[in-house]
């Protein structure tokens, strides 16, 4: 079985194989995941890594293996997107930003509170790439504020 310890943004040579995985499945430690040819491949990486669409493992004997967002039931969403992201975010819910709309996953609690907000939401099937975390670091998951340099009030 091929063993991946690394990721790189993008090929550096012709990958050998493809992983369409889901944004909950991109997310990684150590799993063996099976390509599009169903080959296993271990990844084993030092901390939990979110596999970017376009990029790439790198395997233990310099085969890569080119990464993929799969399709998946999303929301597109479209109105005042500074007023919309805003109360996504404030629900800490990843969201996709593009130019002229907004995807997140599909939920009807959220697509209830964001047509009541004034947006058009229509169910789609797309690959869903979200924004990363706070300062560019990966995901968020949690709510954890430890972050902050002093003590600030917080409550929603």
Request: aromatic share 4%.
């Amino acid at each position: 079985m091929k063993t991946a310890h690394a990721i790189h943004a993008h090929s550096h040579g012709t990958p050998t194989e493809k992983l369409t995985l889901s944004y909950d499945a991109r997310f990684v430690r150590r799993k063996v995941l099976k390509t599009d040819n169903r080959t296993p491949v271990l990844v084993d990486f030092a901390q939990a890594t979110s596999l970017p669409p376009g990029g790439v493992i790198v395997c233990t004997d310099g085969t890569e293996v080119a990464v993929h967002a799969a399709d998946e039931p999303c929301l597109h969403i479209t109105g005042d997107l500074p007023r919309l992201a805003w109360h996504i975010g404030n629900r800490h819910t990843p969201c996709q930003i593009e130019a002229d709309h907004l995807v997140i996953r599909q939920d009807p609690i959220m697509a209830d509170m964001l047509a009541r907000l004034g947006a058009t939401v229509t169910n789609i099937t797309a690959p869903f790439t979200p924004e990363g975390g706070a300062y560019g670091h990966g995901r968020t998951h949690g709510h954890d504020h430890s972050y902050q340099h002093e003590p600030a009030p917080h409550d929603h």
